[in-house]
């Protein structure tokens, strides 16, 4: 892991005609919002990035952790590829796909529990995917450590899940599947060149690693350790990035 890589203020340069990129959501397009639904979609954006998918003839998809119903809602006009769930649903040339714990009884079971532990832990929130679930304790961080030691206790009925740290919140995923394999299988689809990555959570390091190992450049967005060679500040700075390749 390097702690501080090299701040880039408006590089690195890109030839996007060489390029596939991939992009994160929350926290790297848009500002972290206090719930879910809270988040705020600049004006521009959906213009920024139809004019990147048409200048990487199509080499431009969305890999997050949302399900991909919130990315259609929040960008509705995006044409390109989406993996949700962290790769445990696809969107692919308007093609849906889910992991097999989409509507299992495992998955119902998974509910129940993470349900109870809410209701537990009054202002705590439950986010429900098709794939996993997400708790947040952005309202309640005291309750971090007794909400933690719930999920744990759970986690013994859940061998096929796996229980991540995000910010101020916990998920639960299938431990199949992670960004790096989802952008793996993206990148393939689209072409196989120099890919690029951009996060700004723990769970974008697999996708950060994937890209550096094949011969294209990870941007770290905010603080924290990270593998990737690049850091930008905030969500306003890669959209500006974006936009200075359009123009170079």
Known sequence: MISDPEPVSVGPSLDLKTASVFLDFDGTLVDLADTPDGVSVPDD??????????????RLALVSGRKISDLETFLP????????????ETRIDGNYSAHPFSGSEGYDQMLASLEQIVSDH????????????????????????????????????????????????FELKPSDVDKGEATLDLWKHLGGNIPVFMGDDASDEPAM????????????VGDG???????????????????SWLTS
């Open 77 to 88: 006009t995006f044409p390109g590829p989406m993996a949700g769930g962290h790769g445990a």
């Open 209 to 220: 690693d994937l890209v550096q190992k094949h011969g294209g450049f990870a941007i770290k």
């Open 122 to 169: 009054p202002g705590s929130l439950l986010e429900e995917k098709p794939t996993g679930a997400v708790v947040h304790y952005r309202q309640v961080p005291d309750k971090r450590e007794t909400i933690g030691k719930a999920l744990a206790s759970i986690m013994e009925r859940h061998k096929d899940l796996e229980l991540h740290q995000a910010k101020m919140a």
């Open 225 to 243: 350790d990270t593998i990737a060679h690049h850091r930008k500040p905030d969500p306003a700075s890669i959209r500006a990035l974006l936009r």
């Open 45 to 58: 954006l959906p213009a920024l990035l139809q004019d990147l998918y048409n200048a990487l003839s199509g």
